[in-house]
């Protein structure tokens, strides 16, 4: 898996500082969650906005637009549930990309969750996210496509533990990341139980379970 910053256009350039005060009143951050932003969070910029008025590529229902959030942690990290408040307070998918100090070198993650935009809040896969690398890294040119919603999904891609299957939608590659989860979870309890397990004939049964599984989660990853 390659660990990308993409060079945004410019012409998507928005660069906002967004108040934390913002999620607050949205009504997503409790009191005892208000403090740990505090103390997690220096600062948070909507640094682009991809749309059709930027850069070109039609939105749909699903992907209207993709926004960058560029986040300053004030410690090692800024951790999930301060990307949820912000994911369920902003209605268009969003990637972040969190900043932080290892001494005097800056350094930068890519990470965001898949995101379905629904009536109320929006539904949210697990978080996926490159390593940790240097702020001056070489940035490479966003994926070729056609839409908003394919450059969303491609985008999201390369740290995705599941590879992109061409015109595959938000919803068809959270079906799968979820059916892969489920998969390895089976896969693992067999596993378990593959090694205490003393009957023969139940080991084979297992086993053969085991490379059912097994054989699936290699269809679902590819």
């Excluded at 998507?12 to 403090?35: D, H, L, N, W």
């Excluded at 053969?208 to 990853?221: C, F, H, N, P, Y």
Aim: glycine share 4%; hydrophobic share 40%; aromatic share 8%.
């Amino acid at each position: 898996m390659t660990d990308p910053l993409y060079h945004w256009p410019a012409a998507a350039r928005f660069g906002r500082r967004v108040p934390k005060e913002k999620f607050y009143q949205a009504g997503t951050v409790t009191s005892a969650m208000r403090e740990k932003f505090i103390g997690e969070v220096q600062s948070i910029t909507w640094t682009h906005k991809l749309a059709e008025a930027t850069i070109n590529l039609p939105g749909s229902p699903a992907v209207p637009e993709v926004q960058i959030f560029q986040i300053s942690s004030k410690g090692d990290d800024v951790s999930e549930p301060k990307l949820i408040a912000i994911d369920k307070a902003i209605p268009f998918p969003i990637i972040y990309e969190v900043s932080r100090f290892d001494g005097s070198n800056q350094q930068v993650r890519m990470l965001a969750a898949h995101k379905q935009l629904r009536a109320g809040i929006p539904k949210l896969s697990a978080y996926h996210s490159t390593d940790w690398q240097p702020a001056d890294s070489e940035r490479q040119p966003l994926p070729t496509a056609i839409t908003l919603p394919a450059l969303y999904v491609a985008l999201l891609s390369p740290f995705t533990p599941i590879a992109t299957r061409p015109g595959e939608t938000v919803e068809e590659v959270v079906g799968r990341l979820q059916a892969v989860g489920k998969l390895e979870r089976d896969i693992a309890a067999l596993s378990r139980k593959l090694r205490i397990e003393q009957q023969f004939n139940r080991k084979v049964e297992l086993l053969r379970i085991l490379k059912v599984k097994q054989s699936e989660l290699a269809q679902k990853t590819r």
